[in-house]
Each structure stands twice: as C-alpha cells, then as structure tokens.
C-alpha cells in the first residue's frame, strides 16, 4: 500500500532540500527527538547507505537506511526497525513551484497486512511527518 501527503512550502528549493538533506535536523521537528546518524556504509556523508536513529523517549529508535539520493530533488529511504508496518519506506520528492516555493511531497509504502487499519495510520504517519518537516522549514 501507498499514500502521499503534499503541501507547498514558500521558501527556494534548495532551503527546502537542505533541511531535508540534513538527517540530524530531524531533532528540530519536535521535542525529545534525538538523532544519530552512522555513515561506515554511505558513499557519502548523509547519503545512500547512510543509517539514521531516530529516537524519542523510553521507544525503541527508529531506524532507516538511506536508499536514494538525488540532491535537490528527492531522497528515499526504508526502514530497518521500529516501526509498526512491514517494509515500511520512504519518499520525500520536491518541486520547484517559483523561486521562492517549493511543492513537498512525502510518500510513504508498506505490505498491505490489515489494509483498512494500516491504510489509515500509514496516511496519518505520512501527514504528521510532512506536517513537522515543512513546520521545522518555515521557523527555519
């Protein structure tokens, strides 16, 4: 299963994508939130390979290896524990709307288990993410 959240955001492309490229800005999303980040099996720092730890509280860590990076565009990303759905993944495209907007789009995918359950909170997961990055980007 498949679900995309989208907004538009106005500030330039590449503010957008630089927060996006940063992983450890993640922690400017929300209270609490820490963020490690393990490049030993990137190409480059932050890039494909990367594995970021997302943790918050007493939960177990989030943890998702980077598997696409296109600078300015898009970056994809799978998740290898901690979080409730199977093959759970990834996407956050960006368009470039005018100079000085940029379209986000945040794509998430999963195994369809429980298709109305996991549908539902896959789209909910995917508006709360989209929601605090582009928050995070206009206090930026």
Request: charge should be positive; avoid cysteine; aromatic fraction near 4%.
């Amino acid at each position: 299963m498949e679900t995309t959240a989208r907004t538009v955001v106005d500030k330039p492309i590449g503010v957008v994508w630089a927060a996006l490229a940063d992983h450890t800005a993640i922690e400017q999303w929300g209270p609490g939130l820490r963020v490690t980040v393990d490049d030993s099996a990137a190409e480059e720092p932050g890039g494909v390979g990367a594995v970021r730890r997302i943790k918050s509280g007493p939960t177990p860590a989030i943890v998702e290896r980077v598997t696409v990076v296109e600078p300015g565009r898009s970056l994809s990303y799978v998740a290898l524990g901690g979080v409730p759905f199977r093959d759970y993944g990834g996407t956050v495209r960006l368009t470039e709307r005018s100079a000085t907007s940029t379209e986000v789009a945040w794509t998430l995918h999963a195994q369809r288990r429980l298709p109305v359950v996991e549908g539902v909170a896959l789209a909910g997961v995917a508006r709360v993410l989209l929601t605090l990055f582009t928050r995070a980007v206009r206090r930026g």
